[in-house]
């Protein structure tokens, strides 16, 4: 019943930024934890970054700290990631998705409900 739409994605150069955009709909909770995950072509499934919509709880993955922020805005109910100093190993399909667990998850088997992915490519 919950739905993700992600968007934002694009080609940058190296060094460049973009931010991306999930926008929840369907039966959704104030409890949730949301979270990005990124993929690339013959790698596994990364996580990226998290936030618990209770208070605002961040992690971040060690590979994007300093360089990415999570962040949420309750009214629109929609996730954002805000991507500076992008590398090409930043490239992927970057995915957001949702958890009903109090703890946030690095994991995507903690994670409940995905969107569809957007295309992220940094060239050098």
């Known amino acids: 019943q919950v739905q993700l739409a992600e968007s934002g994605g694009g080609l940058v150069q190296a060094g460049g930024s973009l931010r991306l955009s999930c926008a929840a709909s369907g039966r959704t909770s104030s409890n949730y934890v949301m979270g990005w995950f990124r993929q690339a072509p013959g790698k596994e499934r990364e996580f990226v970054a998290a936030i618990r919509w209770s208070d605002g709880g961040t992690a971040y993955a060690d590979s994007v700290k300093g360089r990415f922020t999570i962040s949420r805005d309750n009214a629109k109910n929609t996730v954002y990631l805000q991507m500076n100093s992008l590398t090409p190993e930043d490239s992927a399909v970057y995915y957001c998705?949702?958890?009903?667990?109090?703890?946030?998850?690095?994991?995507?088997?903690?994670?409940?409900?995905w969107g569809q992915g957007t295309q992220v490519t940094v060239s050098s």
């Open positions: 998705a949702a958890s009903p667990l109090i703890i946030i998850m690095t994991t995507k088997n903690g994670y409940k409900h």
